[in-house]
């Protein structure tokens, strides 16, 4: 049943501190807090099999053997990709009837550095393809079931991987206490900068932690749109071009033909002008300075692939100055046949409220806006920077004591995220001082991993028998 079908609870306006705390603590008459440990599917759950294929149903054709094929890599690959079956899942589960704006894809790897429009560094979420409003413990959960499914790949003991969720869920619950006796605008001046990050790994982080991190910093910052026109692009015929690198990147003219090709550089040529309209007028005109080159086809991440992504080149001043931006197609997020439709009618809209909403800063180039394919559909796209500097945690690589020292920072940041959103005072006040909730969500973990374990497994074992297609292909 959609959430919107129950009242959410909040705060009347103008409500005091204490009001709103009354509201939190009332709150746990409806969803105790130890009630989120419990996991118990109905007979009936959804085939995960199915929604991946219906998913795949909207996407391109040829891709979704990609997809397919990254999601059988490992349990941790699959979760990734499937955040539709995982939220099909957190809709029966309890909660307290109290709202925030949510990443809708918060496992581990979508916590990331990237750059501020000040050029510092931060630590924060990175993706929202499936953001929207909805029950704040569902990000919460999903968090921290990645941790279980990351520990376990890394052969953790059951004891270490319930020591990384207590320690991440610890942390987002401290955190909104935190939060919830700041003030509005401390709360959204809040952010992780490279500083904390260097104190964290002071204090928490073994030698060879400690220079993990100092390696991640600095090779971040190098992540640029030099850096990817360096890497995707070259001269051919006396022309720059993208790079192909099939099937992971097509340029157009290697996809497309003649009036097909025609067509669709016109019609992201438009996009390239139009979108400028989401940008604020300073921005829109930093954009106009620049002029499209070329443009190729991506496959980005585990759950995306499919979707339709297109890398477009831009040239600023001359041949040295380059502009990449990524325009991600946007469909109906994962989360809303659960948590309410989006108030928005353009879904690249819905993405870019999200973002500007959780994220302590965000890309000078985020917007959105529509584009009628060849194929005389019009889908909604969102767009940024391909990269704007860029650190991706390598769970592969931490020992029990970084990763615990990792999940603190999400927990943190996740938290920061919905008290911009969410009434933070009652969530601070659900949540308390003791640690019934935290406890409850190490048993959900462990439990939401098996069920992983168990799709994992009948994904590969529908690859094995034929009934889905699965082709390789390198990609973080």
Known sequence: MPREAVSPLRALPGATPEER???????????????????????????????????SAARVPELVPIRYGRMTESPFRFYRGAAAVMAADLAGTPDSGIR????????????????????????????????LPGPWEWDVKRLAASFV????????????????????????????????????????YARIDEGHLRAVGAGRLAAGGRERLARATAK?????????FDKLTEVSGG???????????????????????DATE??????????????????????????????????????????????????????????????KEADTSVLAPFAGPSAYRNQGERVVAGQRLMQAAGDIFLGWERVDGIDGRRRDFYVRQLRDWKGIAEPERMAPRGMAAFGELCGTTLARAHARSGDRIAIAAYLGHGDVFDRALATFAERYADRNERDHRALVDAVAAGRLPAAGADAR
């Open 21 to 55: 705390a009354a509201l939190g603590k009332a709150a746990r008459g409806r969803a105790p807090r130890s009630s989120h440990g419990v996991f118990d599917p109905p007979p009936d759950r959804p085939d995960p099999l199915t929604v991946l294929e219906a998913q």
């Open 100 to 131: 925030a704006q949510l990443c809708g894809d918060a496992h581990l790897l979508n916590f990331r550095l990237l750059a501020s429009p000040e050029r510092h560094l931060l630590f924060d979420i990175n993706d929202f393809d499936e953001t």
């Open 149 to 188: 499914i990351a520990g376990r790949a890394n052969g953790f003991t059951d004891r270490e991987q319930k020591r990384i969720v207590l320690a991440t869920v610890r942390s987002y619950r401290e955190s909104m206490i935190r939060f919830a006796g700041m003030r509005n605008l401390d709360v959204w």
């Open 220 to 228: 971040a910052r190098t992540r640029d749109s030099l850096q990817a």
């Open 239 to 261: 022309r720059l071009r993208l790079s192909a690198d099939p099937p992971l990147l097509v340029p157009i003219a290697d996809l497309l033909h003649d009036a097909e090709r």
């Open 266 to 327: 016109r019609e992201f040529r438009r996009l390239v002008r139009r979108y400028g309209r989401s940008l604020p007028s300073d921005r829109r005109a930093l954009l106009a300075d620049f002029r499209p080159v070329d443009m190729a086809r991506k496959v980005v991440g585990v759950g995306s692939v499919g979707t339709r992504c297109w890398v477009i080149l831009l040239l600023g001043r001359d041949g040295g100055d380059p502009l990449i931006l990524q325009a």
